[in-house]
């Protein structure tokens, strides 16, 4: 009886004393270590950076402010990133870990834009994982990014900081951002690949949305059949490019999933 006694009052104080540090303000965050970095894709190597300079004064005080105080046990780390994303669309949070007692690390890359798309008489600016970065009523994109011909695949609300939002599922996303992925990897006669496309949409062929990829000379790359998986997508840009540069006289070519139409 009396170990089971003492049992009993050692878990109530167990309890008294894990209240009293979760309402105090030990385990609360206070403060911030911010960590630019970037992908060094030859190396495949994670590189620290110095803040871009419109980021040099950013204070890691505002970046938290909305979750300073919060017990760090609990923080939502996707509602911190959310956060983020929403004040700072051009940033992305690569990881955030808790550092106790009352300390975030918070590591962030700078998106780059690569793509605008129209919607509602609006033009929104992407990176290459489809994030909305800006809005615009004007065509003001139109020189230096690619044209992403899927307006009609949209929903109508647009939300600046959030992945684009596509009216079936996010598998349309996915597809452009793997065929994003290709594209930048990838050289057509010491060209970057991205200054050499112009429009990328999708066109519905047997029930099947392929990837139509429009060059700036007119001639077409179709990405047959796409699949979720990212070496599918990834391989058949890479082989229609590769069509493309190696036979620059043809007119139609058909290998692996990818066709090739020129305009002549």
């Known amino acids: 009886m009396t170990k089971k006694r003492l049992l009993i009052i050692f878990c109530i104080l167990i309890l008294i004393v894990a209240i009293v540090v979760l309402n105090s303000t030990v385990f609360t965050l206070q403060k911030a270590n911010v960590v630019f970095v970037t992908y060094d894709a030859d190396t495949k190597a994670t590189l620290y950076v110095d803040a871009p300079e419109k980021y040099a004064k950013l204070s890691s005080e505002k970046l938290i402010q909305k979750f300073k105080g919060k017990n760090l046990l609990f923080l939502s780390e996707s509602e911190l990133v959310d956060a983020i994303s929403l004040e700072y669309p051009d940033l992305q949070v690569i990881a955030a870990k808790r550092i106790f007692p009352d300390c975030m690390d918070i590591y962030l890359t700078q998106r780059e834009p690569v793509a605008y798309f129209e919607k509602d008489g609006y033009y929104y600016l992407v990176d290459s994982n489809m994030y909305v970065l800006e809005r615009s009523s004007s065509a003001i994109y139109g020189e230096n990014y690619v044209y992403l011909d899927v307006s009609q695949y949209l929903t109508a609300n647009q939300v600046i900081g959030t992945r684009t939002s596509f009216v079936d599922s996010d598998e349309k996303a996915f597809i452009l951002s793997e065929t994003f992925s290709a594209i930048w990897r990838t050289k057509y006669e010491n060209v970057e690949m991205h200054n050499f496309v112009e429009k990328i949409g999708f066109s519905a062929y047997n029930g099947v949305d392929n990837v ?48 090739i139409n020129r305009p002549y």
């Open 212 to 259: 139509v990829m429009q060059t700036k000379t007119g001639a077409n790359i179709w990405i047959v059949n796409p699949k979720l998986e990212g070496d599918d997508v990834f391989e058949k840009v890479k082989a229609g490019v590769s069509i493309y540069s190696s036979n620059a006289n043809g007119k139609d070519n058909t290998v692996s999933g990818v066709e």
